[in-house]
């Protein structure tokens, strides 16, 4: 064992216990973090479900999260769900809203606005941190901020995509925008994870804001056209999240689209939300297996989104979604596989197969949405299909948490799993009925 690291459980057993009780994270051995042990319980590191630094956007999570590590196991838990929470909770509750807005905004001036916001609470984090004043209170306020700045970037960064690109390009351009997604997922964690070992949260935080530069930079150049028929009208916000509804409703493709995202956030997706407890809990494999199983999933992911644009696209949706249905079972069978199998390598390759699942019919869902809308409503329909994606996503994590609490996690992933593959088949065979 490296030097250094034998201590680190003693160093954190010696922190006053008033320390530990108002959860102080700033006062209590601001630079043990590199000494974290390489192997801990499946408690001491569920806060790093999502813990990444990723390149470009949303790069609060690990910075944050691993700052819990101070605490003690059973706090660790509860404050790593309550910023998980903070960090994603205002999509699923503000984000239709936040897509009327980016319908009723100069789409450029929003862009920049909720990317400059971004690198501005990073700045925070980072100064509170080196003030060595930073507690789980301010913490969670910040993920609170960073998550209703999130979630009003999303719905006009993606407003934005149809304005600077042909429709006949669109397609490829919201793939090769995953395929920058998937990448930072894939190297964002190594990249996070190898600067707080040779820094500090300090340095990692540093690195993050200058990650939101290259954003601005891009934006400012931008030149987007005048959408079609002008803003989106005055009317209340409610009267015009009613009309986006009616507007799915009416076309079969919108509607398989918003069925297809739902499944796969509730069941595959909704999974890789808890991907600790199946490292370590079902695999026995610790902070190292995370890793490498986070690392399995971006991989997928990549190469899915790297073959959907290696190949010919065709314009008709028909084919698209065809092929969604198929990755959206194959994504639920794979949750159920992964319930009855103790191999570890194969895990890891249900969990690339979950990723890919996840980043086609997403990829796929949202071409249909984008082509499918007028500019004038764009927005808010992306704001409902956000909604169902990422608000799926959240309820899937609380249904696999809360049942493998009460049960067992391989239990839960074959009920889960086979209710998901249930609702694939389903949705599919009503589906076929119309094409």
Request: glycine share 10%; charged share 15%; with cysteine.
């Amino acid at each position: 064992m490296a030097p250094g690291r034998a201590s680190w459980r003693q160093s954190i057993q010696a922190i006053p216990i008033e320390h530990r009780a108002n959860g102080n994270l700033s006062s209590c051995c601001p630079r043990d973090y590199r000494h974290a042990p390489q192997r801990t319980q499946q408690h001491e590191f569920s806060p790093l479900s999502r813990g990444e630094l990723r390149l470009g956007n949303r790069h609060l999570g690990q910075p944050c999260r691993y700052r819990l590590v101070q605490l003690d196991a059973d706090a660790i838990r509860r404050l790593g769900r309550i910023v998980s929470f903070l960090l994603f909770a205002p999509t699923l509750f503000a984000g239709p809203f936040f897509g009327v807005l980016a319908d009723r905004v100069d789409i450029k001036r929003g862009a920049l606005t909720t990317q400059a916001l971004l690198g501005i609470l990073m700045l925070a984090l980072g100064v509170l941190f080196m003030l060595g004043v930073l507690d789980i209170w301010m913490l969670s306020v910040l993920a609170l901020l960073f998550g209703l700045t999130s979630s009003a970037n999303t719905p006009i960064r993606l407003t934005l995509v149809p304005l600077i690109v042909s429709r006949e390009a669109l397609s490829n351009a919201i793939t090769l925008i995953s395929i920058n997604f998937n990448a930072a997922r894939l190297v964002g964690p190594a990249v996070g994870g190898l600067l707080l070992e040779k820094t500090d949260p300090g340095g990692t935080i540093a690195a993050a804001i200058l990650m939101t530069l290259p954003m601005l930079a891009a934006l400012a150049f931008l030149r987007p056209r005048t959408r079609e028929g002008g803003v989106a009208p005055r009317e209340g916000i409610t009267s015009q999240l009613v009309e986006a509804s009616r507007h799915i409703r009416a076309n079969g493709w919108l509607i398989q689209a918003m069925t297809i995202t739902t499944i796969t956030a509730l069941v595959p997706r909704g999974l890789l939300e808890v991907l600790p407890a199946v490292a370590d809990g079902m695999y026995k494999r610790g902070a190292s297996g995370l890793g490498q199983i986070l690392s399995a999933v971006g991989t997928g992911a990549l190469l899915a989104g790297i073959s959907i644009t290696l190949r010919k696209r065709k314009t008709q949706h028909l084919e698209e979604l065809q092929r969604s249905y198929i990755w959206m079972a194959a994504g639920t069978a794979a949750v159920v596989v992964m319930g009855l199998v103790q191999n570890w390598f194969v895990a890891l390759g249900l969990a690339a197969l979950m990723g890919a699942s996840g980043t086609f019919t997403a990829i796929a869902a949202q071409s249909v949405m984008q082509i499918e809308t007028p500019d004038a409503y764009r927005g808010t329909t992306i704001g409902l299909w956000l909604f169902a994606s990422i608000g799926g996503n959240a309820l899937g994590a609380l249904a696999f948490g809360g049942m493998a609490d009460a049960v067992s996690m391989p239990v839960t992933l074959l009920v889960l799993g086979a209710a998901g593959v249930a609702a694939a088949l389903i949705s599919w065979l009503l589906a076929a009925r119309s094409w």
